[in-house]
């Protein structure tokens, strides 16, 4: 197939990058506002081929057409958004045009093309906190979103409305829970321009000569030791997943969500015990006062993309934090 992946030199795309053009060809969309031009280089260490980068922003409707047109695009994977929950906050309204209007312009092209697969990447910070110990693709949105969240939500629900008025239309909608580590190879990982703020990052940098300690926020949530518990899964079975995720567009119409995660919830000392046993060093820490909206639970309920994409998450947790390791270490 012909596949256009938005936001493919990201850290997230990237990975998915890998596994996808094994199999088919690939054109990237991205405006490297928070990914770095050097991937083309990364692809190459990898000998990656099937794939085309282009400068640009999905907010450029007639770009996204010519693309789509000139390239015999078959299937999107949209993943081009801002996703930083703090920076959200601060700057709301940039949020709103990059991931809202970009998204709607996303459809508008697909709409003028004929194009009419997608896969969508979302996230598992909608849901609201629930009682039960896992969390399935109907549990509750949460009253209270963040604009990161909320700017996700706004698009699934147009995606829902545009599968409904045209029956054509096979919409795969993913919703991510915590996506940690880093490619096998060490060569493509985590390594944003801006607003690390993801655990793993966060947790390397304390180790870093005269950088602050890991603030860990909140140390009174109903977990084992008092900190947030959450579900980590590989970004290689994420990336596998949505391997998995076209193969099914290609056969079922209509709009579809799947919960993406492991399964199984870790609490954030017990990740930091686990690098320590790696790096063989102690990870100096603080704890900090919660952060407005933070649940003291996030774990996924993955049966349904279990039975229905045909995919599993192989990764555990050790796996995840010492590919992660490694990657943050071979950067120079």
């Given at each position: 197939?012909?596949?256009?992946?938005?936001?493919?030199?990201?850290?997230?795309?990237?990975?998915?990058?890998?596994?996808?053009?094994?199999?088919?060809?690939?054109?990237?969309?991205?405006?490297?506002?928070?990914?770095?031009?050097?991937?083309?280089?990364?692809?190459?260490?990898?000998?990656?081929?099937?794939?085309?980068?282009?400068?640009?922003?999905?907010?450029?409707?007639?770009?996204?057409?010519?693309?789509?047109?000139?390239?015999?695009?078959?299937?999107?994977?949209?993943?081009?958004?801002?996703?930083?929950?703090?920076?959200?906050?601060?700057?709301?309204?940039?949020?709103?045009?990059?991931?809202?209007?970009?998204?709607?312009?996303?459809?508008?092209?697909?709409?003028?093309?004929?194009?009419?697969?997608?896969?969508?990447?979302?996230?598992?910070?909608?849901?609201?906190?629930?009682?039960?110990?896992?969390?399935?693709?109907?549990?509750?949105?949460?009253?209270?979103?963040?604009?990161?969240?909320?700017?996700?939500?706004?698009?699934?629900?147009?995606?829902?409305?545009?599968?409904?008025?045209?029956?054509?239309?096979?919409?795969?909608?993913?919703?991510?829970?915590?996506?940690?580590?880093?490619?096998?190879?060490?060569i493509l990982g985590e390594?944003?321009?801006?607003?690390?703020?993801?655990?793993?990052?966060?947790?390397?940098?304390?180790?870093?000569?005269?950088?602050?300690?890991?603030?860990?926020?909140?140390?009174?949530?109903?977990?084992?030791?008092?900190?947030?518990?959450?579900?980590?899964?590989?970004?290689?079975?994420?990336?596998?997943?949505?391997?998995s995720a076209l193969d099914?567009?290609?056969?079922?119409?209509?709009?579809?969500?799947?919960?993406?995660?492991?399964?199984i919830g870790y609490t954030?000392?017990?990740?930091?015990?686990?690098?320590?046993?790696?790096?063989?060093?102690?990870?100096?820490?603080?704890?900090?006062?919660?952060?407005?909206?933070?649940?003291?639970?996030?774990?996924?309920?993955?049966?349904?993309?279990?039975?229905?994409?045909?995919?599993?998450?192989?990764?555990?947790?050790?796996?995840?934090?010492?590919?992660?390791?490694?990657?943050?270490?071979?950067?120079?």
């Open positions: 197939m012909n596949i256009l992946l938005t936001g493919g030199a990201g850290y997230i795309g990237s990975h998915i990058a890998s596994v996808i053009s094994k199999r088919d060809k690939l054109v990237i969309i991205d405006n490297f506002y928070n990914s770095r031009k050097s991937i083309q280089n990364n692809f190459n260490k990898l000998r990656l081929k099937n794939i085309k980068i282009v400068k640009g922003d999905i907010q450029n409707k007639k770009l996204l057409v010519n693309l789509i047109k000139e390239n015999k695009i078959e299937s999107i994977i949209h993943l081009a958004a801002l996703k930083s929950v703090r920076e959200s906050f601060v700057k709301k309204n940039f949020y709103f045009k990059n991931n809202v209007r970009g998204s709607l312009n996303l459809i508008s092209a697909m709409l003028a093309t004929g194009c009419k697969k997608l896969v969508f990447s979302s996230t598992a910070s909608l849901y609201a906190e629930s009682k039960s110990s896992v969390i399935n693709e109907n549990c509750l949105i949460s009253k209270n979103l963040n604009p990161y969240a909320e700017s996700k939500y706004q698009i699934e629900k147009e995606l829902k409305k545009l599968s409904n008025n045209d029956r054509l239309f096979r919409i795969i909608i993913l919703r991510y829970f915590n996506v940690a580590g880093a490619h096998p190879s060490g390594n944003p321009l801006r607003n690390s703020d993801n655990l793993f990052p966060s947790i390397i940098s304390s180790l870093k000569k005269n950088s602050p300690k890991f603030k860990i926020f909140g140390k009174n949530y109903s977990t084992k030791d008092g900190t947030a518990m959450r579900d980590y899964i590989h970004v290689m079975d994420i990336a596998k997943a949505h391997l099914f567009i290609n056969k079922n119409k209509g709009c579809h969500i799947f919960n993406l995660g492991t399964g954030i000392l017990s990740i930091i015990k686990e690098c320590e046993k790696i790096l063989n060093k102690k990870i100096n820490y603080s704890f900090c006062e919660r952060r407005k909206g933070d649940h003291a639970k996030s774990v996924s309920c993955n049966k349904k993309a279990i039975k229905f994409l045909k995919w599993k998450p192989k990764y555990k947790i050790k796996a995840i934090c010492q590919t992660a390791i490694n990657y943050f270490f071979s950067l120079k």
